[in-house]
């Protein structure tokens, strides 16, 4: 069955720190995985994508399918960047199976 | 800013009373997603809809129910006979059903009922 994990229900961080967000998933086939942001009195929106390979922000995230494990990174948090992030696996239907979402706060 | 709304934005119901909410895009998306988010419990996805006409139970569909009468629209109606309805609704769109594809979020809608 198709599941995310996202150990960590807080994170806090110093402004400059290096800051790691834990995703595990399982999935049976090639899995497609996202991470979602919700900034504070934002709506929802995308950070960045496996499949597109890029760095937004200053994030980063590797698809690692021997620990099947999708962390999300940045060298340098930044005080916007406190929000709350979602790990999300997507099926062969297009729907989204999220984890339960991780609150980053950093501190000046 | 995104394409997608949801009204109203708050909600207050009393128990027993079904209660509708909206959700609008006009993004010329096929697919459109409910879901319910709660603290500590992420996003679980309630109903969703690839195409007009044409929707599937998610894993939390239970005491709710969808149209899909028009490719812009997906309202959901909360039910008496959901049990805990008090939650944030979030409604999402994307151009298609593949796995690649980016979802839209609306504003969503958060729902009281005493």
């Known amino acids: 069955a198709q599941r995310v994990t996202q150990p960590e229900k807080l994170l806090s961080v110093f402004k400059g720190a290096p800051v790691e967000l834990k995703c595990n998933y399982s999935?049976?086939?090639?899995?497609?995985l996202f991470w979602y942001v919700q900034y504070s009195r934002q709506r929802l929106q995308l950070l960045l994508r496996?499949?597109s390979r890029e760095s937004i922000k200053g994030f980063t995230a590797d698809l690692n399918k021997g620990e099947t494990s999708f962390h999300l990174k940045k060298p340098f948090a930044q005080e916007e960047d406190s929000a709350m992030y979602y790990c999300a696996l997507s099926s062969t239907l297009g729907r989204l199976y999220f984890g339960r979402g991780t609150q980053l706060t950093v501190w000046p | 800013d995104g394409g997608i709304t949801q009204s109203p934005k708050y909600l207050f119901r009393k128990e027993g009373q079904n209660v509708t909410l909206s959700c609008e895009q006009n993004l010329n998306h096929d697919a459109m997603y409910w879901y319910r988010q709660d603290p500590g419990q992420g996003l679980r996805l309630i109903y969703y809809s690839q195409i007009v006409n044409d929707f599937q139970k998610g894993d939390i569909a239970e005491g709710y129910s969808v149209s899909r009468e028009k490719k812009e629209s997906f309202p959901l109606t909360v039910t008496s006979a959901q049990k805990n309805p008090t939650a944030f609704y979030l409604c999402?769109?994307?151009?298609?059903?593949?796995?690649?594809?980016?979802?839209?979020f609306g504003p969503g809608t958060r729902l009281t009922v005493t």
């Open positions: 999402a769109s994307s151009p298609g059903t593949g796995m690649t594809y980016e979802q839209y």
């Open positions: 999935y049976s086939g090639s899995p497609e």
């Open positions: 496996h499949i």
